[in-house]
Structure formats: C-alpha cells, structure tokens
C-alpha cells in the first residue's frame, strides 16, 4: 500500500510518514513503521537511534549579590521585567529545573552555579532600585531551595 493510504485504519491519519535510510518513519511522533506488519502497527525507534531526551532547564545569570543572597537563603524570588522577551520564555512553559549562575561561568564552575526545581512564577509589581524609582510589572521567579535542604 503506499504510504498515503490511511483508509483502513484511522490512526494513522495523525501520522505525517517519510522513508529514511530504508525505514518508514513518523515526522510527528518519530515511530518506525514495521514494513513486515499486515496491520501497519507503529513501534518505537530502535535503541540505537533513540537520543537521551534531557528536560528543559531555564538557565539565570545573575549580579553577584543576588547570587550570594539566594545561596545564603535570604532572597527567595529572582525578577524580570514583563517583556516579550521574558513572555516567551517563561508563559505557557514548564521546566524542569532553574540554573542560577554568578555571571557567565565556564561549565565546569560548579561553585558558580545553583540548580533548584522549577517551581514556577507569578506576576508582581515591585519598586527596586535596579528597575529605577517607579513601580515596575515583573515575573517573580521562586528560586526557594529544594525541600530539606538549607541552600541548594
């Protein structure tokens, strides 16, 4: 049957199929179709061809200062404007963790980077001398250590 004959059954309506290297594949979902399956069954990629799927991570680089201070547990929310930029990333999306970094450290600076779960945010507004001396909207970041730990 060619690849666009969905009529006998109707999952595979929702498939948007393509041949690579010698393999029916699923654009949306990324299943392999088995070619020697009278029911056209979809099944999992092949380990080999699997990639390890890390979660998102929201990375801040922070001023020194603010760093320290939710290190030591003093400040528990980090702020950003509401802006477009801070929108898209941040609205709508979930993460799995926040890496908060003292500036922009090498990968390897394990002393200049915290990793704390995402806890999500809400929207504030605040008046901070960093923001200028009227009241500003911002998303309040939790930054809050994880559960039974002092810092992170």
Known sequence: MPLTDTKALPYFEAHDWFEFNGMTCCRSCGYVRNATSDTRACKPPPASRIRKIEMASLTLPLKAEYFDA?????????????????AKR????????????????????FGRRL????????VKTITHPHFGPDPVLVYAIDVRPPEGKANG
Do not use: A, H
């Open 70 to 86: 939710i290190r030591d547990g003093s400040k528990m929310e980090e702020y950003r404007l509401v802006t477009p930029f801070w």
């Open 90 to 109: 941040l609205e709508c999306r979930s993460y799995d963790c926040i890496v908060l970094t003292k500036g922009y450290p090498r990968l390897i600076d």
């Open 115 to 122: 990793k704390r779960p995402w806890r999500g945010f809400t």
